[in-house]
């Protein structure tokens, strides 16, 4: 699979492609506040579903604030975000599931995580040990999965082969960097990991 792809700046394509096409469902994972609804929103070519809700303080002796990149959080996803995107060329059309970063919520992991053909771990080079739960959970389900270290302004600047190393990563592991918010680097990420999910799994995309 092309690794530069770029989808094209005017109107994206609401309705699915004519033709055939492989459906495939991607989880967006990894820890609280690590950009992945911000992933979904900004790689969906449809309205994308949220549930995000406001944290209060009821949530102060569950969840794991005490990180400072996590200071100014105000909301959090309390069950999935959803999105779709038809990758280019029109033969792949990806469903993306975005999962809750809190430990509270690893109950819904298994309905969530259903079917699902990969996942997108997001990684910070500021909090690199906070992604490691998720991959485990990755990890015991079989999903190949790639990495994509969602780059903040003020995280440090790491060699890649540093990061790989420091996650313990399969040579095969894609891993990327980008940035959750802006849409062509989140799907260089998502073209890397429908290219090895589909080379694990052996699916049939023509
Ligand atoms: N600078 C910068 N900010 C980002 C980036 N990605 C996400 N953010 C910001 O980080 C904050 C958290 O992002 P979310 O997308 O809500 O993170 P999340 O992983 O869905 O969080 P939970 O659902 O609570 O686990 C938001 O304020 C985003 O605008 C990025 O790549 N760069
Ligand atoms: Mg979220």
Known sequence: MDSTLSLPPSSPPVYLPE????????????????????????????????????????????????????RDKTTTTVAIDFGRLTLPGDKIVLYLYGTPGQRRFLPLWEGIAFGALGALILVDTRRLKDSWEVMELIEERGLPYAVAVNVFPDSPKYDLALIRSKLDLAPETPLVTCDAREKNSGLHALAQLTAHSISVAGVKTS
């Open 19 to 70: 033709g055939e096409h492989r459906r495939i469902k991607i989880l967006v994972a990894g820890p609280l506040g690590i950009g992945k609804t911000t992933v979904v929103k900004s790689l969906s070519q449809i309205p994308t579903l949220h549930t995000d809700e406001v944290m209060t303080n009821a949530a102060v002796a569950t969840d794991d604030l005490s990180h400072d990149v996590l």
